[in-house]
């Protein structure tokens, strides 16, 4: 019994470890896109709460937390209470699955790949039920984009990862790690290049990140979805996007850079990197995606809708089966 309750007892301080860091980091990710994407524009973004803006995350938490949660008189209160947190939960539960180094994982599935893209999927059930509790048409017509808009990348987004699931024959996203470290160049970004640029794009478009953002448009919708949300509740929102990011990044460290190991051929010119942790090589590539993400939303405008259905199913689809034909072929020969 006492055994039972320790390991009950280390998972969750475990557990609430992971989700404290990754909260943290999750925070620092809105001060870091900020400076990136001031930068970009020739300005120097936050400057004010600590030395170069260093504490601007911590304000604008304490802000958002003490801000009035404002409930209009017209929306489904239930529904419009509850949405927010939908979103949040698939978004943090994901993290589960995911391997930051050899021994460090909440849970390592045997079906981690088939459980982080269904419970992604979960997320968009809190962004449609926002949208119509809101009672507000831009907010349903931002909910209703973002349902197509899920649908539709969602299946391009499995498919790209289906190349890498037929290479290391396993859903288990520590075994694709281990399969990516058997190669010499140690991961199957090189072989699986095509999945990969479908998976990136198609990542843009489930985080709802630009050039894909259709559904939270300020141009044409003010805020889509969340627009009468404020406080709480909309931070619920802003953290589950970023976590969203974060989810994406760390998908595509462990299924196409080798996750939190370096390349064999690294280690065999420069033997000093094999005392790197392998955390650190993890993170490396997750702030890569992330990076990628702030400066694709600098650099990009934002699609017309139709463009974005259309690169969805007659752009993205086909060239994610055409990878996966050429993958099978190449593996049947072996």
């Known amino acids: 019994m006492i055994e039972t309750l320790y390991v009950i007892f280390v998972s969750i301080l475990k557990t609430a470890l992971y989700f404290g860091i990754l909260l943290l980091h999750v925070a620092y990710a809105t001060y870091a896109e900020r400076k990136v994407i001031g930068h970009i524009q020739l300005r120097l973004g936050p400057m004010v709460v600590g030395p170069h803006g260093i504490l601007q995350p911590i304000a604008d938490v304490v802000k958002l937390i003490f801000k009035e949660d404002i409930i ?22 994901t993290f589960a699955v995911i391997p930051v180094d050899k021994n460090f994982v909440i849970s390592d599935m045997s079906v981690g790949l088939l459980y982080v893209l269904g419970i ?7 962004i449609i039920f926002g ?27 499995a498919m790209s990862l289906v190349g890498v699931v037929l290479m290391a024959e396993s859903f288990n ?14 991961m199957f970004l090189f072989p699986q290049i095509l999945g990969y640029f479908v998976f990136i794009v ?6 709802n990140r630009l050039p894909f953002d259709l559904p939270e448009a300020e141009t044409e919708l ?20 970023y976590l969203a990011m974060f989810s994406m ?37 997750v702030y890569f995606h992330i990076f990628l ?5 600098g650099t990009l405008p934002r699609y017309r809708y139709d463009q974005l259905m259309a690169i969805g199913w007659k752009v993205l689809i086909p060239l994610a089966l055409f990878n996966i034909v050429i993958t099978s072929l190449i593996k049947y020969y072996q």
């Open 173 to 186: 996203l520590s075994e694709i790690v281990n399969k990516q470290n058997e190669l010499w160049y140690g």
């Open 222 to 241: 003010v805020a889509g979805y969340f627009v009468e949300y404020s406080g709480i509740r909309f931070s619920f929102y802003y953290l589950a996007e």
């Open 293 to 297: 993400f702030f400066w694709l939303r």
């Open 202 to 207: 198609a990542a843009l478009a489930e985080t």
């Open 120 to 126: 992604a999927g979960v997320g968009t059930y809190g």
């Open 131 to 157: 949208g119509w509790a809101s009672n507000s048409k831009y907010a349903f017509l931002g909910g209703l984009r973002s349902a197509a808009q899920m649908i539709s990348y969602e299946v391009a987004l």
């Open 249 to 285: 990044s760390a998908l595509a460290a462990i299924c196409f850079w080798g996750g939190w190991t370096a390349p064999p051929v690294l280690i065999k010119i420069f033997p000093i990197l094999s005392l790197i942790p392998g955390i650190v090589w993890f993170l490396l590539k």
């Open 72 to 93: 209009p008189s017209n929306v489904d209160k239930r529904v419009f209470a509850i949405a927010p947190i939908i979103s949040l939960t698939a978004a943090l539960s």
